[in-house]
């Protein structure tokens, strides 16, 4: 027997990250402080001496373009990215131990066809013949998704994209290539440059499993302008609807998510932003957050 799952529980973890989001007003420094705090110390990392705030995703990444060409070390991958995917491993792990030989070789079928023919593996999809190789030599070494998982993830993680998509993208997008630049080298993603294919990555695995819409591109942002909201909502997914428990390293991630702007762990300092204090609607749904922002 599969594992037994509540769906209907997932939807207040939909609003939550939804909320968490769209989020506007002051921050509790204090607060994001303490979180950002906890998550250094989940890294096995000393807490940071200081903290810049921003006023503006602008002004972070002016800050972090500035502190970045001084010689401050990105902490991005050790901070968040590293401590999420053990915490996503942990809640995942069991629903696997649970599932019987039969069901496991579907999924892994599933898992590893969708990834191969359909073009997802890492953030390209495949154009010729390297590309196609390099997917063949490189699988994801997670375990696969199954059934049970998707049908409980998918419905959380589309709303969170649709969220994005709507209200989020126009204000990253607003920053220009040249920006977004620096936070992404904030958090290089590939560690073996020689491959197209990260393959202990479950998160991202999960994540473009259960979204198999959306964009190569779309993990960028994600992970980049608003921290981390697609892994911290599959993780409250499993939590939640499955009963499971992921390490608790990753609490300090997510109460920085749900307290605050984007953030940028770097070494002896962390660069933090305020909320927006404002998001619009135009008359096609498409929304953006003001550059402005409150003031703590």
């Known amino acids: 027997m599969g594992p037994s799952i509540t769906p209907a529980s997932t939807d207040d973890v939909a609003a939550l990250w939804t909320k968490a989001a769209l989020a506007t007003g002051p921050v509790d420094r204090d607060r994001a402080e303490a979180a950002a705090q906890a998550a250094y110390r989940a890294a ?9 705030w921003c006023t503006s995703l602008q002004d972070a990444m002016d800050q972090l373009r500035r502190h970045i060409s001084q010689g401050h070390t990105p902490l991005v991958r050790q901070v968040r990215r590293d401590v999420l995917q053990k915490a996503l491993s942990t809640a995942r792990a069991p629903l696997w131990q649970q599932a019987s030989d039969l069901e496991q070789s579907k999924a892994f079928s599933a898992f590893h066809h969708f990834f191969e023919w359909e073009g997802y593996y890492g953030e390209q999809r495949y154009d010729g013949v ?76 999960v994540v473009q499993y259960c979204l198999p819409d959306a964009n190569d591109r779309f993990f960028d942002p994600a992970w980049h302008f608003y921290p981390d909201l697609v892994v911290l ?64």
């Open 44 to 52: 096995s990392l000393p807490a940071p001496p200081r903290f810049i």
């Open 130 to 205: 390297d590309e196609r190789y390099d997917l063949m030599e490189h699988p994801y070494l997670c375990s696969p998704v199954l059934p049970a998982e998707r049908a409980v993830l998918q419905p959380v993680l589309t709303t969170l994209r649709s969220t994005y998509e709507q209200r989020l993208r126009p204000a990253w997008d607003a920053l220009g290539p040249v920006m977004r630049s620096y936070a992404l080298s904030a958090a290089r993603y590939w560690q073996a440059y020689d491959t197209g294919v990260e393959q202990k990555d479950e998160a991202r695995a």
């Open 233 to 296: 909502a599959a993780i409250d997914t499993y939590r939640t609807a499955f009963a499971t428990t992921p390490l608790p390293g990753w609490e300090g991630c997510r109460e920085v998510a749900l307290t605050s702007g984007p953030w940028w762990p770097l070494a002896d300092l962390a660069i933090m932003s305020e909320r927006p204090t404002v998001t619009h609607l135009d008359g096609q749904s498409q929304g953006r957050t003001d550059d402005q922002t409150a003031e703590a």
